[in-house]
Structures are given as C-alpha cells and as structure tokens.
C-alpha cells in the first residue's frame, strides 16, 4: 500500500489542524493505520492507532484528549484532527499502515509509510 500525507501548515499555539493519509489500493480496510511524529534532533515517536474498522483508537499521553484519529475506509483515508496545538507539537508528521495488530506503538511495527507532512506550531 502507498501513503500519501498532508494537511501540515503553520499554526499559531492553541489553534487546530487536521492531517490526512490517502492509501493507494483496494486493501487499505484490512491495515491498522498510525500516526507518527518526529522533532528535529529527536527520534520517530507513536502518536495514535486505529484498528482496521475505526471502532477502536489508541493515543500516546502527551496528545490524549487533544488529538483524535479516525479512518474512513470508503476514501482509503485515515485522518487525525489535532486541537489545543503546542509548540513542543512541532514536527514533521508521518501515517504508517501495520500487517500486525491495531495497538502498534512501535514504529519498527509498521510496514508501509507515507513521506510525512509539516507541522509547525508557532507560541
């Protein structure tokens, strides 16, 4: 499967976006699908799952209750809407798809992934 992210900007601290993650082919239902993240200078970290129907979501506690993953498997797309933004939320963010299982923390679990897309959180 192919990914395509996008949706990064600039946004000021407090402000919203959301991400998308278009997949290319006809399996795209059968992937649990994730978010990641890296800061310059830092490694890769987890930021949210979902499992293959979108019935159940997993967040690492530095964006629960701010970030929300979803997918809708009709558009192959996976999506995470990100409020309340922080300037420590700054990086380039990336969605991977993983042959394993919905609750994936690990990016070395993952198989495909997208060429990340920008986030710059300004304070």
């Known amino acids: 499967v192919q990914l395509q992210a996008s949706g990064g900007g600039l946004v000021q601290a407090g402000g919203s976006l959301r991400l998308s993650c278009a997949a290319s082919?006809?399996?795209?239902?059968?992937?649990?699908m994730g978010w990641f993240r890296q800061a310059p200078g830092k490694e890769r970290e987890f930021v949210a799952a979902?499992?293959?129907?979108?019935?159940?979501?997993y967040y690492a506690d530095s964006v629960k209750g701010r970030f929300t993953i979803s997918r809708d498997n009709a558009k192959n797309t996976v999506y995470v809407q990100m409020n309340s933004l922080k300037p420590e939320d700054t990086a380039v963010y990336y969605c991977a798809a993983t042959k394993l299982y919905s609750r994936a923390t690990d990016s070395g679990e993952y198989d495909y992934w997208g060429q990340g897309t920008l986030v710059t959180v300004s304070s």
């Open positions: 082919g006809r399996t795209f239902s059968s992937y649990p």
């Open positions: 979902i499992n293959r129907s979108g019935g159940s979501t």
